[in-house]
């Protein structure tokens, strides 16, 4: 557990462009499962190491803990009803960013004198602009609650985005992007 990567994932996303999904199992009725234990996290991540810390792994655990709790549900190591377990996974991407002064994203840019021909005094009329390419890690983080007898998936919730790279920030948005998936796509039952 000391390793796990907690390719921050997605949830390490600026939860502002994070993509939050989830889906739910048509035969399951997440209301009558009343207890949960966790499983051994499913982690694939690259060589850094601050995405295998233990630190972010308790962040997970402990966002997900609380919004179960928010839903009538609590641990039970012994006898749970449900088994919790979350996978993540990060990949270099590289991205490209154009800049045309004048012009509409991203085809068309500016016009200008070019160097070349024509009758124009400063050469023919052309395009301006530039672009520029960086890497940048995306991270993805899932969330598993399956039934403990059948091992069925009961529901799935999803978050995919950039990585920072500063921990105290990743863990915000771990917390915060937990809260919106499970907020969005497993509302808390209303009594009354």
Known sequence: M?????G????????TFAQI???INPKANLGAYKTFAWLEPDV???????YKSELLHNTVKTAVNTELTLRGMKEDEQAPDALIQFHTYTQQRQRTNYNYPGGFYPYFGGWGWGRWGGFFPYGGLGWGGSHSQYQYTEGTLVVDILDAKTKEVL?????QGTLNGKINRIQN????????????????PVVG
């Open 21 to 23: 999904s989830a889906g």
């Open 8 to 15: 921050m994932i997605a949830l390490t996303v600026s939860t």
């Open 2 to 6: 000391g390793s796990v990567v907690f």
């Open 173 to 188: 948005q771990i917390t915060d992007s937990v809260n919106k998936m499970f907020k969005k796509h497993y509302p808390v």
């Open 155 to 159: 529901w799935e919730g999803v978050v």
């Open 44 to 50: 694939k991540a690259g060589p850094n190491p601050m």
